[in-house]
């Protein structure tokens, strides 16, 4: 399974604005797997911006016009997804993709939704889903993989692909130097993250790596790497050693 970072694939800060060269370089790597691949990928510019402004991640807010910003998010997710599944058919990889606001309620890890899979290479996204307490909310593609990953047979490993920064670091990225990566992320290691909550409706870093060892107590296997380096991607895939953080269960 692979999360691609919104912020990897998009420019967080220009609405709408896809970064091709990233996303074609890492279709392209993915080409090369014979693993039976589930993708997920987050939102960036096509999703944090609006739904910030309309405060969509709090439900219902009287005063703002939120059902325009829902159908515009959601059209323009529909429309980031067009361009992986584009990039994804333009080199070979032909994938099934399941919109969550046709299949999934509700947010957090705890969303309801029987979860689709294909019999080949399965996509989804993060969303604006209907919520039965809040009317709707944004689920994270964060909160998918966390429930592909613990109720899908046979997942080997979960390779979240980030934007820029080669894994977890101790500092944040723009403190960091390359020592300051963490290899092995065990609940003993101390680090300081900046949330970039101005621009994030979901979770950012942390819920990754909230999320990734949740799925680690499982026993799967859980990478961050850094995904301007596709040949990572696919090494991290592949089971190979590769520079990056490798999230280990807690209490291990
Ligand atoms: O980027 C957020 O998904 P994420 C989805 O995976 C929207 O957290 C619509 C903001």
Same mark, same amino acid.
């Given at each position: 399974?692979?999360?691609?970072?919104?912020?990897?694939?998009?420019?967080?800060?220009?609405?709408?604005?896809?970064?091709?060269?990233?996303?074609?370089? /890492?279709? =392209?790597? @993915?080409?090369?797997?014979?693993?039976?691949?589930?993708?997920?990928?987050?939102?960036? =510019?096509?999703?944090?911006?609006?739904?910030?402004?309309?405060? #969509?991640?709090?439900?219902?807010?009287?005063?703002?016009?939120?059902?325009?910003?829902?159908? &515009?998010?959601?059209?323009?997710?529909?429309?980031?997804?067009?361009? !992986?599944?584009? =990039?994804?058919?333009?080199?070979?990889?032909?994938?099934? =993709?399941? *919109? *969550?606001?046709?299949?999934?309620?509700?947010?957090?890890?705890?969303? +309801?939704? %029987?979860?689709?899979?294909?019999?080949? !290479?399965?996509?989804?996204?993060?969303?604006?889903?209907?919520? %039965?307490? $809040? &009317?709707?909310?944004? #689920?994270?593609?964060?909160? @998918?993989?966390?429930?592909?990953? @613990?109720?899908?047979?046979?997942?080997?490993?979960?390779?979240?692909?980030?934007?820029?920064?080669?894994?977890?670091?101790?500092? *944040?990225?723009?403190?960091?130097?390359?020592?300051?990566?963490?290899?092995?992320?065990?609940?003993?290691?101390?680090?300081?993250?900046?949330?970039?909550?101005? /621009?994030? !409706?979901?979770?950012?870093?942390? @819920?990754?790596?909230?999320?990734?060892?949740?799925?680690?107590?499982?026993?799967?296997?859980? #990478?961050?790497? %850094?995904?301007?380096?596709?040949?990572?991607? #696919?090494?991290?895939?592949?089971?190979?050693? !590769?520079?990056?953080? $490798? /999230?280990?269960? +807690?209490?291990?």
């Amino acid at each position: 399974m692979i999360k691609l970072g919104g912020g990897l694939i998009t420019h967080k800060d220009k609405l709408c604005t896809i970064n091709r060269e990233i996303l074609d370089g /890492i279709t =392209s790597v @993915l080409s090369r797997t014979d693993k039976k691949l589930i993708i997920i990928h987050g939102a960036g =510019s096509f999703g944090h911006i609006k739904s910030k402004k309309y405060m #969509l991640q709090k439900g219902r807010v009287q005063g703002l016009d939120q059902d325009k910003a829902i159908a &515009e998010v959601r059209t323009d997710m529909l429309e980031l997804n067009r361009l !992986v599944m584009d =990039s994804l058919s333009s080199h070979g990889i032909i994938a099934e =993709s399941y *919109p *969550p606001h046709n299949w999934a309620e509700g947010t957090g890890p705890d969303f +309801r939704g %029987n979860l689709p899979i294909s019999t080949g !290479v399965t996509v989804t996204f993060g969303d604006v889903v209907k919520d %039965n307490e $809040k &009317e709707f909310g944004i #689920l994270s593609g964060d909160d @998918l993989v966390l429930r592909y990953a @613990l109720e899908t047979d046979d997942v080997e490993r979960v390779i979240f692909a980030i934007g820029g920064v080669d894994g977890l670091m101790k500092v *944040p990225p723009s403190e960091a130097t390359p020592d300051d990566l963490i290899e092995e992320l065990t609940d003993e290691i101390e680090y300081r993250s900046e949330h970039y909550s101005e /621009i994030d !409706v979901t979770g950012g870093i942390g @819920l990754k790596i909230e999320r990734g060892a949740r799925i680690a107590e499982k026993g799967v296997e859980v #990478l961050l790497v %850094n995904g301007y380096h596709s040949e990572r991607v #696919l090494s991290a895939i592949e089971g190979k050693m !590769v520079r990056g953080t $490798k /999230i280990l269960p +807690r209490n291990c």
